[in-house]
């Protein structure tokens, strides 16, 4: 029998006892399917006797923290003992420790690294009088002449076994995208990563809420739909990194990828930004403001050394003028304003606590106004956010690494309609009041805790990593809806509840409310990983998953395996694989639709006679029936160094999903049946193949370009609600964000003496439509006609200069150079005259910012 290391697991329990105050049973019910693992699998077994320590001078043992003493794993340590002579490699663990043995006495030259950090080049290290050395990697900044280092570059990571793609706080700010004010519209710029119409991102040809998007390492998305509505300051951000096939047992429910978005802390000198604090005109109808968006940081120590404040205020103002509505009825206005505070503190060495609250609110008056939508048939928009979280790091003298946080986020939303005149919806345009009133809130606890192991040996390194997170949501929605008429003018019923007839108009709408019902649901998941290195050029990860919720009540186990191989001893050509198991969490926004009501439609003829109704929209879900969805994702890929400091990478991607939920109704039903049912028929496939280049020049600059050919497509790709007024079957065709063709580029070069030329370029297959006729009915299937192929071209240039004592940048330059006429709206009907028309274009725009920057 072997020896189990119960001494290991105990200490495994201890850490459950500190995150959770709650009863044994269910600290038992946590604790036992981890011990059982470690058992079973022999990770938990006693070490070996231990065998002799080398000599003190032979042996050197390196631990790399960032400047507010926060660890660092997987930075790249390389050791030379003769400039000449081959560097030995290797790279920290989940608790910033490296070790190297049985090295030779003298003077060792050192190096670590890690992109997002600048580099520690050329550091004499005397081994054999000291046995231990702590380093300290700093963050870019972005006033690169106070510290005189160059940045790590984005070479190829043997560490790094999922496809990832990721940018540094100052890609953030220095690659020129519309609207830069805005996060979201960067990740359109990560190869993998499509931006929807809406602006919401969807990674591996996956919906937004199938992927897990992480603030902080805390889940950030709303709640009950799972879309990314809250914003943070893009001075805010530290690194955004994106994943979309082999990734660890870490990350669950969510099939389609891991988004994580990291924001800073102060340091030891207090730091002061602001930008664009000067509002910019537009021309379309002559002179006005178009936008206001400020935008100011402030960080330092609170006390030197022990606790840091960081500040990141900002705000929004745009008025939004459209040129083909008439005057006085061509204006939005819409504010924002948000914070993010952020505190750490750390209690001791080995102990850190970090606390985060992040404010949103803003206010669209005509939310949705376009050239189709006029704003007296747009609704009021206001929303809110808050999301708050605390977080502390401990690490043990064994090794061992313990990290557990909370987590509240609370989103409202109220759409209000500008009046009470009937909504009626033309061949042309939108007309009247809108039809909805809504008031919506959803919230979600978080409790959350990881714990990684000392790094073991056996026929190889062992890193052991396992954790649990906790959920509990709410969504509750408040919903009212007026009748909608399709036709030249209004329609409706008698008082007495009989059709006009004639009729006006094609179709007319009524609704019935639902019950004012909270939707609940709590998560449980755990999992374990091991990351096992045989030799120094094999990398395997392996790990099982455990996801359970309340209403689906399945117990989910999810393996994933994945593992790189390095073919050459410089690290120059790695080639990676992976697969694994996903599943997508429950998405409370669907399951509720039995709640909001019902809807009645009515059908007239040419003639104005009623041919059909009252036909009623009904949903029903039944959750003893349902599964969870289910994906199996693999990749296969290949990063080759090539001359020049040229970054090559090829990369395969398949995504096959079975089970989603998706409304259905039954095979045999009329053309015009209406009752929905919640089922498990859906089947997803998402295949894509990737080649992406980066070039590294003059240390600091860098260019990008990808191209993705792809598809994301569906056995049943219509989504139906009380909203949407399509009666159909379900129908196999592309999702909304599919784009078969895909080619990315950005960088910035150096032109002159402190100018630089950033721009930033996309070019893809328009985005697939629906063609519906009079009656909004489907008139052929989806994804036979798309919008026209999209390309634009953003140029800037930028000067940075020292005046008055302080750091300044500015920079000036047009969106959309080309002035390519992107449409973002389709007259879809086909029994209309303008059929096809497209409006809503971009145009060239010409915009500035200007950046304050100081430190102390």
Known sequence: MADYNFELVKQYQKALNIMFHCGPDLKNAIAVPFVFILATTGFAQAPRPPTPAPSPTSTLLLTVTDENGVIVPYAQVYLQPAPNAAPLRSETDFAGHCEFRNLAPGLWQLRVEKPGFYIIPGETVPVGQISTLDLTLFHLQEIKDVVNVVESPPAIDPQQVASAEQLTGLDVLNIPYPSSHDYRNVLNYIPGVVQDPNGQPHIAGAETYQTLTLLDG?????????????????????????????????????????????TGIGDDHFHFAATNFLPSLQFTKGVDVDSLVPRVTFSGPLRKGKVWFFEALDAEYNKNILLELPDGAD??????VGNLAKLQANLSPENILTATYLFNHQRDLHYGMSVFTPPASTPSNTETGDFATIKEQISFPGGELLEYGFNFDQYGSDLVPAGTSPYVVTSQAVQGNYYLTSHTI???????????????????????KAGIDLDRLAYNPILRRAPISYGPSPCGLSPNGVPIVPSPCSRYSQFLPGPHIETHNAELSGYIQDRWSPTDHLLIESGLRYDWDEIIRDSLLSPRLAGTYILDTEANTKLSAGIGLFYDQTNLAVVSHPFEGQRFDYFFGNNGDLTAGPIPMTFSVDQRALRAPRFVNWSLALEHKLPLATYLKVEFLRRHGTRGLVYNRPVSASPLNGNY?????REDHYDAFQVSAHKVFLQNYLVTASYTRSKARSNQVLDFNLDNPLYSSQLLGPYPWDAPNRFLSSGIFPIIKQFDLAYSAEARTGFPFYVVNKQQQLAEPPGLHRFPTYYSLNLFLEKRFHLFGKYWALRGGFNNITGRKNPTYVNNDIDSPGFLSFGGFTHRAFTTRIRLLSRK
């Open 677 to 681: 049912i919640l089922e498990n028929t």
């Open 442 to 464: 959803a919230r979600r606890w978080q409790a959350l805790a990881d714990i990684s192991f000392a790094p073991q040996q056996w026929h190889g390194r062992h890193e052991l």
């Open 218 to 262: 805390f889940n950030v998305t709303q709640p009950a739909n799972g879309l990314l509505l809250l914003r943070v300051s893009t001075d805010a951000i530290r690194l955004i990194k994106a994943e979309d096939s082999r990734i660890s047992a870490e990350y669950g429910k969510a099939s389609g990828g891991v988004l994580s978005i990291i």
């Open 331 to 336: 204006t939005d206005h819409f504010w924002r």
